[in-house]
């Protein structure tokens, strides 16, 4: 397939930074041999710049690879996200991960990402019904923060509202402590404990994650439904007031435990609790390195 | 009274999983200097309350980690208290407001995953009101008595 | 493999008489590592510790637990016990089964079972205790004081009496603070120069202080026993050393009419080289380069430098830092006034008889801009009728602050006697909203101003202020006789409200030290710890903690000095060793510790390999700051920070113990 504009703006822009020494990696998309399957690429010589793609099944969100050693190396790193991937390079900068001056954002506009099961079918089009339930509800189709920014050539996401995202968390509110019980006992039942969901985490960068920690044992090793539940307990804890919504945990998920729905739902928690979002300042201090004085006090007697 | 004993029948209570309805198992993490100091303040004065409360000390509400309140499921507590210092009073300064928010966050996740959230009580006790905690001891142990056998969560095994 | 033995305390009867003290030390005999179990009448008993100490040492115990009263009675006693057979204090663990078991509870059987568990609990976790030493840190010792005011010089110079060195930092270029800009001071109406001067003096000349004036507190590092301080001494443009303090270059400056004196609050005009006032400490000018002629002109004017007869004035002087090691800190930078030009419907900055309390002190004062003679600022007469505002600001949540300002009582009271005392005839009105005169011999000088010279006390607010005729129209209400009065005055004098040093927020955060949300520094412990802040090695003196009078300054300012003589009457400062410590393989620096850290004891360490290159960043404890709250601990996401004392693995094993 032929280069779109958005493909040559995209190789201009990374070819440029590796030949003037900028960067010494390019991270970014490159076409798959599936056509609906783009997969990451690591580009540190100018001459390969041409190998960089982008399109609507750029699904995956490439700051999970910042926080790998190998990757770190480089020092100074260029990297092609979505609006909604950046949030997690700024999450990284608050947090200290990586440096602001050592990385270049090349920033895509962005419609919406195609579901990769429809892609597979060989869906192509961004629509409403196509595209994953984050692309519904965001509100960064321009990255917040970029170094350069490359708009988008697609048809802008039309939204009749008839398709509603992350509807199963109002449906789980509304339920009894019991069924809500029930539900998540069959739904974690099902995990194997293969932390892909933590791998798949831009966010999860801990070298020694807590579940690995034996004294004591945060998380029972069993993978029996106790030890599962707290192992999703504690990962969404963990993630809460951080998490920036890109889904790859869900969707690495093998046996597709509806991970966004805690996600999303402690992040609607957080926001209605202290007006946070992650990922959107990187000056803000995060949410939980801070407190108010008048915070939400109601359930404590 | 007999439909009661049917019904802990259907239910047999497990040896693990705090289905002690009748004599439950309640943990409560306070910290060292208002809370803790509150409930010994009830001792002096020889106050009466519940006996089913166990007391872990930690410094400071900065210091009890909400994951306690699992491992504290796990090992058979029908319910759990947290208690500390109440706003502005905090011994180091401001370990109870960072904890607030955490609290409150993760009870939420509780409540989400299916915890009945009647199971955990958070609370402000100063090391002047013993007769606070007498009353929260004694009303959190009602409240957990009262709930049904079947009241159980994710964390604990059946 | 532990040794542990259990100690099972009656209490007389008031253990034993509701807790079965025989079962417990049989369940304590059951569990694996308890080699030795007894229960003894009362523990905290010279026998007791004896017997105690005696098992300690047959059996070789690695650690022990007391089931007994509760830790915050006797945890010291048996840890000291402990202590004197060569076990670490720190593997004593208490079971609280008095007042949390014994005490609260009726059902025998019950409360058995309970002691049981808490005894069990602590059995675990005293497996699980490892050793902790006391942490020493060492003592610089000397000392700083940040704000030359009454505070900060009466702790200067209680400190340097003690034998200790002192640098004592002044932004403006002479010291004495607010108290040089009074005239004479609540009750005794000493004039205030007469009592200050002598300690400015004394403050200059004393040995052990070293006094920067035109100077700032640039930046702060370290802790407790070792602050690494950078002070700015601005660029004086007069060499201090060769001054005489003569006076001939501020007589041939030709800016004399253009310059607001701050010292007079803009009563009276200043030039650009200039001291003060007459009797400044150091007696060294201050050349004002905002304003200066030789700066703004491109160095055609050097008059001043022509008058000089040392030669010692020098335009090209620079700012200079100053590094100084100091052990310990005192923080007394005083306060400003609110601005009362918010009050619009007062008139302040619109009317230019209405003026503020501090400016009437300038004008009462000898050596103020009309020596002692009170005068009106717009025509130069002497005021018949003087009305008074109090409150204006204080007291008033909605424009101003909430809180009072505790001197305006008594000042405005002093005003208004020593109005009547100049102005034979005069009358003054004094509006208020109550009288605040608690300390020794006030009320009786309020009492004073009212009966013998004359005063009239007026209970309400007033309203509005608006010049007529050449007359201030006074509007208010007489809240006492429910009408509403009108006064014809020819000067108002406002008591405004008492707020902290402009830029003391900043100072506090460089400190690392808590203040409120008015801005003043916030105390440790509001009673019991008035003197120290929140951070260790760190005093507070003087209004920068909050509305306060001179003798309570006088007072708070020798607090801090002798709290700091007597931290360094020893060599190190001993800290507990139940602090936090990183585990530096597993950190990977995200620094949720630091932010949560409410004592700056989280800093960055970077851990390098033998030829000096990076390897990574960690968390680093400051043990000379940490004290062990553990908010570090829950912020850790990976577990790689701990408390000594309370570690997770001790928690989790007493939750373990009381399975059910």
């Given at each position: 397939?032929?280069?779109?504009?958005?493909?040559?703006?995209?190789?201009?822009?990374?070819?440029?930074?590796?030949?003037?020494?900028?960067?010494?990696?390019?991270?970014?998309?490159?076409?798959?041999?599936?056509?609906?399957?783009?997969r990451?690429?690591?580009?540190?010589k100018?001459?390969?710049?041409?190998?960089?793609?982008?399109?609507?099944?750029?699904?995956q969100?490439?700051?999970?690879?910042?926080?790998?050693?190998?990757?770190?190396?480089?020092?100074?790193?260029?990297?092609?996200?979505?609006?909604?991937?950046?949030?997690?390079?700024?999450?990284?900068?608050?947090?200290?991960?990586?440096?602001?001056?050592?990385?270049?954002?090349?920033?895509?506009?962005?419609?919406?990402?195609?579901?990769?099961?429809?892609?597979?079918?060989?869906?192509?089009?961004?629509?409403?019904?196509?595209?994953?339930?984050?692309?519904?509800?965001?509100?960064?189709?321009?990255?917040?923060?970029?170094?350069?920014?490359?708009?988008?050539?697609?048809?802008k996401?039309v939204?009749?509202?008839?398709?509603?995202?992350y509807?199963?968390?109002?449906?789980?509110?509304?339920?009894?402590?019991?069924?809500?019980?029930?539900?998540?006992?069959?739904?974690?039942?099902?995990?194997?404990?293969?932390?892909?969901?933590?791998?798949a985490?831009?966010?999860?960068?801990?070298?020694?994650?807590?579940?690995?920690?034996?004294?004591p044992?945060?998380?029972?090793?069993?993978?029996?439904?106790?030890?599962?539940?707290?192992?999703?307990?504690?990962?969404?804890?963990?993630?809460?007031?951080?998490?920036?919504?890109?889904?790859?945990?869900?969707?690495?998920?093998?046996?597709?435990?509806?991970?966004?729905?805690?996600?999303?739902?402690?992040?609607?928690?957080?926001?209605?609790?202290?007006?946070?979002?992650?990922?959107?300042?990187i000056?803000?201090?995060?949410?939980?390195?801070?407190?108010?004085?008048?915070?939400?006090?109601?359930?404590?007697? | 009274?007999?439909?009661?004993?049917?019904?802990?029948?259907e239910?047999?209570?497990?040896?693990?999983?705090?289905?002690?309805?009748?004599?439950?198992?309640?943990?409560?993490?306070?910290?060292?200097?208002?809370?803790?100091?509150?409930?010994?303040?009830?001792?002096?004065?020889?106050?009466?309350?519940?006996?089913?409360?166990?007391?872990?000390?930690?410094?400071?509400?900065?210091?009890?980690?909400?994951?306690?309140?699992?491992?504290?499921?796990?090992?058979?507590?029908?319910?759990?208290l947290?208690?500390?210092?109440?706003?502005?009073?905090?011994?180091?300064?401001?370990?109870?407001?960072?904890s607030?928010?955490?609290?409150?966050?993760?009870?939420?996740?509780?409540?989400?995953?299916?915890?009945?959230?009647?199971?955990?009580?958070?609370?402000?006790?100063?090391?002047?009101?013993?007769?606070?905690?007498?009353?929260i001891?004694?009303?959190?142990?009602?409240?957990?008595?009262?709930?049904?056998?079947?009241?159980t969560?994710?964390?604990?095994k059946? | 493999?532990?040794?542990?033995?259990?100690?099972?305390?009656?209490?007389?009867?008031?253990?034993?008489?509701?807790?079965?003290?025989?079962?417990?030390?049989?369940?304590?005999?059951?569990?694996?590592?308890?080699?030795?179990?007894?229960?003894?009448?009362?523990?905290?008993?010279?026998?007791?510790?004896?017997?105690l100490?005696?098992?300690?040492?047959?059996?070789?115990?690695?650690?022990?637990?007391?089931?007994?009263?509760?830790?915050?009675?006797?945890?010291?006693?048996?840890?000291?016990?402990?202590?004197k057979?060569?076990?670490?204090?720190?593997?004593?663990?208490?079971?609280?089964?008095?007042?949390?078991?014994?005490?609260?509870?009726?059902?025998?059987e019950?409360?058995?079972?309970?002691?049981v568990?808490?005894?069990?609990?602590?059995?675990?976790?005293?497996?699980?205790d490892?050793?902790?030493?006391?942490?020493?840190?060492?003592?610089?010792?000397?000392?700083?004081?940040?704000?030359?005011?009454?505070?900060?010089?009466?702790?200067?110079?209680?400190?340097?009496?003690?034998?200790?060195?002192?640098?004592?930092?002044?932004?403006?270029?002479?010291?004495?603070?607010?108290m040089?800009?009074?005239?004479e001071?609540?009750?005794?109406?000493?004039?205030?120069?007469?009592?200050?001067?002598?300690?400015?003096?004394?403050?200059?000349?004393?040995?052990?202080?070293?006094?920067?004036?035109?100077?700032?507190?640039?930046?702060?590092?370290?802790?407790?026993?070792?602050?690494?301080?950078?002070?700015?001494?601005?660029a004086?443009?007069?060499?201090?050393?060769?001054?005489?303090?003569?006076?001939?270059?501020?007589?041939?400056?030709?800016?004399?009419?253009?310059?607001?004196?701050?010292?007079?609050?803009?009563?009276?005009?200043?030039?650009?080289?200039?001291?003060?006032?007459?009797q400044?400490?150091?007696?060294?000018?201050?050349?004002d380069?905002?304003?200066?002629?030789?700066?703004?002109?491109?160095?055609?004017?050097?008059?001043?430098?022509?008058?000089?007869?040392?030669?010692?004035?020098?335009?090209?002087?620079?700012?200079?830092?100053?590094?100084?090691?100091?052990?310990?800190?005192v923080?007394?930078?005083?306060?400003?006034?609110?601005?009362?030009?918010?009050?619009?419907?007062?008139?302040?900055?619109?009317?230019?008889?209405?003026?503020?309390?501090?400016?009437?002190?300038?004008?009462?004062s000898?050596?103020?801009?009309?020596?002692?003679?009170?005068?009106?600022?717009?025509?130069?007469?002497?005021?018949?009728?003087?009305?008074?505002?109090?409150?204006?600001?204080?007291?008033?949540?909605?424009?101003?602050?909430?809180?009072c300002?505790?001197?305006?009582?008594?000042?405005?009271?002093?005003?208004?006697?020593?109005?009547?005392?100049?102005?034979?005839?005069?009358?003054?009105?004094?509006?208020?909203?109550?009288?605040?005169?608690?300390?020794?011999?006030?009320?009786?000088?309020?009492?004073?101003?009212?009966?013998?010279?004359?005063?009239?006390?007026?209970?309400?607010?007033?309203s509005?202020?608006?010049?007529?005729?050449?007359?201030?129209?006074?509007k208010?209400?007489?809240?006492?006789?429910?009408?509403?009065v009108?006064?014809?005055?020819?000067m108002?004098?406002?008591?405004?409200?008492?707020?902290?040093?402009?830029?003391s927020?900043?100072?506090?955060?460089?400190?690392?030290?808590?203040?409120?949300?008015?801005?003043?520094?916030?105390?440790?412990?509001?009673?019991?710890?008035?003197?120290?802040?929140?951070?260790?090695?760190?005093?507070?003196?003087g209004?920068?903690?909050?509305?306060r009078?001179?003798?309570?300054?006088?007072?708070?300012?020798?607090?801090?000095?002798?709290?700091?003589?007597?931290?360094?009457?020893k060599?190190?400062?001993?800290?507990?060793g139940?602090?936090?410590?990183?585990?530096?393989?597993?950190?990977?620096?995200?620094?949720?510790?630091?932010?949560?850290?409410?004592?700056?004891?989280?800093?960055k360490?970077?851990?390098?390999?033998?030829?000096?290159?990076?390897?990574?960043?960690?968390?680093?404890?400051?043990?000379?700051?940490?004290?062990?709250?553990?908010?570090?601990?829950?912020?850790?996401?990976?577990?790689?920070?701990?408390?000594?004392?309370?570690?997770?693995?001790?928690?989790?094993?007493?939750?373990?113990?009381?399975?059910?």
């Open positions: 397939m032929a280069n779109t504009k958005t493909d040559e703006k995209l190789q201009k822009i990374a070819k440029d930074l590796l030949e003037s020494g900028e960067v010494s990696l390019v991270i970014g998309y490159a076409k798959g041999s599936n056509l609906q399957r783009m990451p690429v690591f580009i540190t100018a001459e390969d710049a041409g190998k960089l793609s982008f399109s609507p099944h750029a699904v969100d490439l700051a999970v690879f910042l926080k790998k050693p190998e990757v770190k190396k480089f020092g100074k790193i260029g990297i092609v996200v979505k609006g909604c991937d950046e949030k997690a390079v700024n999450a990284l900068i608050q947090e200290y991960q990586i440096s602001r001056d050592n990385i270049k954002i090349i920033g895509m506009e962005c419609n919406g990402v195609i579901r990769q099961n429809i892609a597979d079918k060989g869906e192509t089009n961004v629509s409403e019904s196509a595209v994953y339930d984050k692309c519904l509800i965001c509100e960064e189709h321009i990255p917040v923060l970029y170094d350069f920014l490359i708009e988008s050539e697609e048809p996401l939204l009749s509202g008839n398709v509603k995202p509807s199963g968390i109002e449906k789980l509110e509304s339920m009894s402590a019991e069924e809500k019980n029930a539900f998540w006992a069959k739904e974690f039942d099902k995990c194997i404990k293969c932390y892909a969901c933590r791998q985490c831009p966010l999860c960068y801990c070298s020694r994650c807590i579940v690995e920690k034996n004294m044992q945060w998380i029972d090793t069993n993978s029996e439904e106790t030890g599962n539940a707290q192992w999703n307990l504690i990962r969404a804890y963990h993630l809460s007031g951080r998490c920036i919504g890109c889904g790859e945990c869900e969707r690495a998920c093998p046996v597709n435990i509806p991970l966004m729905l805690i996600n999303e739902k402690m992040a609607k928690d957080v926001y209605n609790l202290f007006g946070y979002k992650s990922g959107l300042d000056n803000a201090k995060p949410v939980f390195g801070v407190f108010s004085e008048s915070d939400f006090n109601d359930f404590i007697k | 009274m007999e439909d009661k004993d049917v019904k802990k029948e239910h047999k209570a497990p040896k693990h999983g705090g289905d002690n309805s009748s004599d439950p198992r309640i943990i409560a993490f306070v910290c060292n200097w208002c809370t803790y100091s509150g409930a010994d303040l009830a001792g002096t004065s020889r106050m009466k309350y519940s006996d089913n409360v166990r007391v872990i000390k930690l410094p400071c509400t900065g210091r009890i980690d909400p994951l306690f309140i699992v491992e504290a499921f796990k090992k058979g507590a029908k319910g759990v947290v208690s500390g210092c109440h706003p502005g009073d905090c011994h180091y300064t401001s370990g109870n407001y960072h607030r928010r955490k609290y409150a966050t993760f009870r939420d996740l509780l409540g989400y995953l299916g915890v009945d959230l009647d199971r955990v009580e958070f609370s402000w006790v100063s090391a002047s009101e013993g007769n606070k905690w007498v009353s001891i004694n009303e959190f142990t009602d409240k957990i008595k009262s709930l049904p056998g079947k009241s969560d994710i964390f604990t059946k | 493999m532990s040794r542990i033995g259990v100690f099972v305390c009656w209490c007389g009867s008031n253990i034993a008489g509701t807790v079965d003290v025989e079962k417990v030390r049989e369940e304590a005999a059951k569990i694996p590592g308890v080699v030795s179990a007894l229960d003894y009448k009362y523990m905290c008993s010279d026998p007791g510790q004896n017997s100490r005696n098992i300690i040492k047959e059996k070789n115990l690695t650690g022990i637990v007391l089931a007994a009263c509760s830790p915050h009675m006797h945890e010291n006693t048996f840890r000291k016990a402990a202590a057979e060569g076990l670490n204090p720190y593997f004593v663990e208490i079971a609280n089964i008095r007042e949390q078991v014994s005490w609260v509870h009726e059902d025998k019950r409360a058995t079972a309970k002691a568990d808490l005894m069990k609990m602590m059995v675990e976790k005293v497996k699980r490892r050793p902790i030493e006391d942490v020493r840190v060492p003592l610089n010792k000397k000392a700083l004081v940040i704000g030359g005011g009454i505070a900060g010089i009466q702790a200067a110079l209680d400190i340097a009496n003690g034998g200790v060195e002192v640098i004592l930092v002044e932004k403006e270029p002479s010291i004495g603070g607010r040089i800009q009074l005239d001071t609540f009750p005794t109406l000493d004039c205030s120069s007469c009592i200050m001067t002598p300690k400015m003096v004394e403050a200059n000349q004393h040995p052990n202080i070293k006094l920067y004036t035109y100077s700032e507190v640039e930046d702060i590092s370290g802790y407790i026993g070792n602050f690494k301080v950078k002070i700015k001494k601005k004086r443009s007069v060499v201090e050393k060769d001054c005489t303090g003569c006076g001939e270059c501020w007589n041939a400056c030709p800016m004399h009419k253009n310059v607001k004196s701050e010292f007079n609050v803009n009563l009276s005009e200043r030039t650009a080289i200039y001291v003060p006032f007459p400044a400490v150091p007696l060294v000018p201050v050349l380069r905002s304003v200066c002629l030789h700066f703004k002109k491109g160095g055609k004017c050097q008059k001043c430098y022509d008058a000089c007869g040392p030669k010692c004035i020098n335009f090209d002087l620079q700012d200079e830092i100053i590094e100084e090691t100091v052990g310990a800190i923080a007394s930078t005083g306060y400003d006034l609110m601005d009362t030009s918010m009050y619009g419907e007062y008139g302040y900055g619109k009317y230019k008889d209405v003026i503020s309390g501090l400016q009437f002190e300038r004008l009462l000898a050596s103020g801009p009309t020596e002692g003679v009170i005068k009106r600022p717009s025509d130069g007469k002497t005021p018949q009728t003087i009305v008074f505002v109090q409150c204006v600001g204080s007291r008033d949540p909605e424009k101003g602050v909430p809180y300002s505790k001197v305006c009582c008594m000042y405005t009271a002093k005003h208004a006697k020593l109005f009547a005392h100049k102005v034979h005839g005069s009358q003054s009105y004094v509006f208020y909203i109550d009288i605040r005169s608690t300390s020794k011999g006030y009320e009786e000088f309020v009492r004073g101003t009212m009966e013998q010279d004359g005063a009239i006390y007026l209970r309400g607010r007033v509005k202020i608006y010049e007529d005729e050449g007359k201030l129209i006074v208010g209400a007489d809240t006492l006789s429910g009408n509403q009108e006064i014809a005055a020819d108002v004098v406002l008591a405004t409200g008492v707020i902290p040093k402009k830029g927020d900043k100072l506090a955060q460089m400190l690392g030290i808590s203040y409120d949300k008015y801005g003043f520094f916030t105390e440790s412990h509001p009673k019991l710890r008035p003197a120290e802040s929140s951070t260790a090695g760190i005093f507070l003196a209004m920068a903690q909050g509305p009078d001179i003798p309570e300054s006088v007072v708070s300012g020798s607090a801090a000095a002798s709290k700091i003589l007597g931290l360094f009457s060599n190190e400062y001993e800290v507990e139940t602090i936090a410590n990183v585990n530096e393989a597993t950190c990977v620096a995200c620094f949720y510790c630091q932010r949560v850290c409410a004592y700056n004891a989280i800093s360490k970077e851990i390098k390999d033998r030829s000096g290159k990076l390897i990574k960043v960690v968390a680093n404890v400051n043990p000379g700051l940490c004290t062990g709250c553990g908010a570090c601990v829950n912020a850790c996401f990976s577990k790689s920070i701990d408390v000594k004392g309370f570690m997770d693995d001790q928690i989790y094993a007493e939750i373990k113990a009381l399975a059910v």
